[in-house]
């Protein structure tokens, strides 16, 4: 169920009912979602559990699958850094292995598939906004590397697929994206800052603090994948709010929505982060005739009540 998702790792991968054909193309699909929860949370998903057009299965796409399908969105892969980093062998092997069984499952049963690639393509950027075009700055043996060069060779082998066995792919590169049921210690910046706020600790920008982060509220980027995965287009293509803030800005603006008291504090930062990170999202207006519509600070209100109420912490009237 990709609307129910708000992290990296899950498959969506959809089927529509056997008979009659015309229903292919109408609301009645059949999901079947994977997922082996390293990152992901079956509690996302419950209210699916029982529906009878709903199916889940606990796997692992290193490993071979094999089901019968029409679509496959291939998310799998954890996207936060203290998640990638934790097992980088892993992550290569989920973003290397794992994109070759979705593919020669594509290519087996003649399914379309859409990888959800990310911004990390263009590792820490030379060019201002990131066009699709820009080829990107990539230190192939960095900590970050497990995730950024293992999405490069995820698109080569789309590509290759697609050139060499006639493969219907689809590649959004997506950039930082949020919303309610993340997991509270994914260790993102925005799932940070807000638990942080909500439960008054300090709030730890990472040094320092003029790195720039443009960031999706997950209903937009749920609708820019359905439309790339509708569309006529193969992508690569940017899905992205264009809106670009410092992390000293976004910690400003948590502090003001959530709780004015809270401290910021400045704290070290990784290896290799990205100095700037905005998309041009041209292409995605053009061929998909998608743009994104919740800006950050009507986003940020949506995810906080959400972690308000996993957290067990209302909101003070005064705030
Ligand atoms: N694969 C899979 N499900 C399928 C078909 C293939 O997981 O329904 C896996 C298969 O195990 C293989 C990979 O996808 O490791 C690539 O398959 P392909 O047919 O392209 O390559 P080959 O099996 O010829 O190496
Ligand atoms: N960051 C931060 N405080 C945190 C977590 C992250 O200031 O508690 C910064 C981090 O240094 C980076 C930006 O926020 O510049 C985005 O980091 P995140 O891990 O959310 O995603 P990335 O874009 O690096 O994959």
Redo the contacts with the bound molecule.
Sequence with gaps: MAKESSNGDQHTITRPPPTPSPLRFSKFFQVIAVDNYFTGSKDNLKKWIGHPRFELIRHD?T?????EVDQIYHLACPASPIFYKYNPVKTIKTNV?GT??????A???GARILLTSTSEVYGDPLEHPQKEEYWGNVNPIGVRSCYDEGKRVAETLMFD?HRQ?GIEIRIARIFNTYGPRMNIDDGRVVSNFIAQAIRGESLTVQAPGTQTRSFCYVSDMVDGLIRLMGGDHTGPINIGNPGEFTMMELAETVKELVDPTVQVKIVENTPDDPRQRKPDIAKAKGLLGWEPKITLREGLPLMEDDFRQRLAVPKKQNN
């Excluded at 070759?100 to 499952?105: T, V, Y």
């Design positions: 796409v490993q071979p699958l094999l089901v292995i070759l069984n979705m593919l020669g499952l290519k087996r049963v697929y066995h």
